[in-house]
């Protein structure tokens, strides 16, 4: 049972990334997904997540309109569109897949599997 998240890199501000969470071993669907970001120094928070149920989504006041999560079941794939990506954004992202856990708050808690992270970084 695993959790991969890929797509991260080197980004210069305004440009765009797509990171990918991949599963194996259990079927994403069934799961509600979230992204989660930590900066150096700072504590791991809620980026954005999406519900296994109606697939829902909510996000971070600080990416809406510009992050876009997205699943893709056929693929057992989640995926995070970044668009107009800021310094501030710079950050090591981790996926996780837990029951019912998606909400506007963006709580990790209740998580049965996290990814290991893929860093962003957004300099020029």
């Known amino acids: 049972v695993q959790l991969q998240a890929s797509g991260g890199g080197l980004v210069q501000p305004g440009g765009s990334l797509r990171l990918s969470c991949a599963a194996s071993g259990f079927t994403l669907a069934d799961y509600d997904i979230g992204w989660f970001h930590q900066a150096p120094g700072k504590e791991r928070e809620g980026v954005s997540c999406i519900t296994s149920s109606d697939g829902s989504t909510y996000y971070a006041d600080s990416v809406k309109g510009r992050f876009t999560i997205s699943r893709d079941n056929a693929k057992n794939t989640v995926y995070l569109q970044m668009n107009s990506l800021k310094p501030e954004d710079t950050a090591a992202y981790y996926c996780?897949?837990?029951?019912?856990?998606?909400?506007?708050?963006?709580?990790?808690?209740?998580?049965?599997?996290w990814g290991k992270g893929t860093q962003v970084t957004v300099s020029s």
């Open positions: 996780a897949a837990g029951e019912e856990f998606c909400s506007s708050t963006l709580s990790e808690y209740g998580m049965d599997y």
